[in-house]
């Protein structure tokens, strides 16, 4: 008798274990919960439209959740279709065999999503200065991939998120004076952080790559960065950057070369600079300077019309509290 019991412990062991593996591992397909799952996240957000192929059901042993899984669902949210490609949705295991589902979690998976889209949803959401921004200084592009991680309350709010994918071909207004264009970029988001890097873009003759920066939200948003760029200017272009400068106004100047800049800066809740240090390093490899007023004094004998500078190193330092701008 003691035999037999033991036996038929062990074979429910090996039959629980052989389960848990396969559950956790393989998991099974089903079509069963899609009508169950519609309902109820229809019935936390009625605005979402949702169509869902078979769902497979996969044991999560350590977060002791289910997690239902689906490719290629239809998701329309206020008419805008977003281009799902998997969404695997978490729920805890007891409210499932009571023909409930709890979301507690939801991770997918973005393809080919248009900014333009984007910014159509933005218009819906609740009032902010970062909606503002993004409605207004961002133009085309679009997110190219990204993956979405957001835990959420009872209530379907959101609670933490991590964000990370790339953005490629849009063009961002920073300031009224300054458009970027053809900005590439990689970026990772959770509730404090943003991190953003393999920047690449261009603005009026200044080819931006290997940007990166780091920005994180307190009381203050504080950025950190930095960038290499390749720089071929002329008079008008130099203006733009140095309006205020007498010099340019007066000279014609063409200039070439490269810099590696660093950065660092705070913003408050409206957007506004409250307080900034930047640092650029690099080499001129060649400029021309043409004089509007020739140069004479008693040690040059001849006025000097021109100004031509090669392999020069140069030094801009700009801050709250002083500007510096070296050549050697």
């Known amino acids: 008798m003691k035999k037999f019991l033991y036996s038929i412990f062990l074979i429910l062991i090996f039959s629980f274990t052989s389960t848990i593996i396969y559950l956790s591992t393989v998991g099974f397909e089903t079509s069963k919960l899609n009508n169950l799952i519609i309902k109820d996240i229809k019935k936390k957000n009625p605005n979402i439209e949702l169509e869902l192929e078979k769902i497979k059901i996969k044991l999560d042993i350590k977060k002791i959740q289910l997690s239902l899984l689906t490719s290629r669902p239809k998701i329309i949210y206020q008419n805008i279709k977003i281009p799902v490609a998997e ?62 991680d957001l835990n959420i309350d009872k209530n379907f709010k959101l609670v933490e998120y991590k964000v990370s994918g790339s953005i490629k071909e849009t063009d961002v207004k920073i300031t009224n004076n300054v458009k970027v264009k053809n900005l590439n970029f990689n970026f990772k988001i959770d509730n404090k952080l943003t991190l953003i890097n393999s920047i690449n873009a261009s603005y009026e003759g200044i080819v931006v790559s290997n940007g990166s920066i780091n920005l994180q939200r307190e009381k203050e948003i504080e950025v950190r960065g930095k960038f290499d760029s390749f720089f071929n200017l002329e008079e008008d272009q130099l203006k733009k950057f140095l309006i205020k400068e007498k010099f340019l106004k007066e000279n014609k100047i063409k200039i070439q070369g490269s810099l590696l800049h660093v950065f660092d800066f705070k913003i408050n809740n409206n957007f506004k600079v409250i307080n900034y240090n930047y640092r650029s390093t690099g080499n001129i490899s060649k400029a021309q300077i043409n004089l509007k007023n020739n140069f004479k004094n008693k040690f040059i004998k001849n006025q000097v019309k021109k100004i031509l500078f090669k ?11 002083k500007k510096k701008f070296n050549i050697i």
């Open 311 to 321: 392999k020069t190193k140069l030094e801009i330092i700009l801050n709250k509290q």
């Open 87 to 148: 969404i695997k949705i978490y729920s805890k295991i007891n409210k499932i065999f009571n023909s409930k589902i709890d979301v507690s979690k939801i991770v997918f998976r973005v393809k080919e999503f248009k900014i333009q889209d984007i910014q159509k949803i933005a218009i819906r959401i609740k009032p902010s200065n970062f909606k503002t921004y993004l409605i207004n200084n961002i133009n085309g592009g679009e997110i190219e991939k990204a993956l979405f």
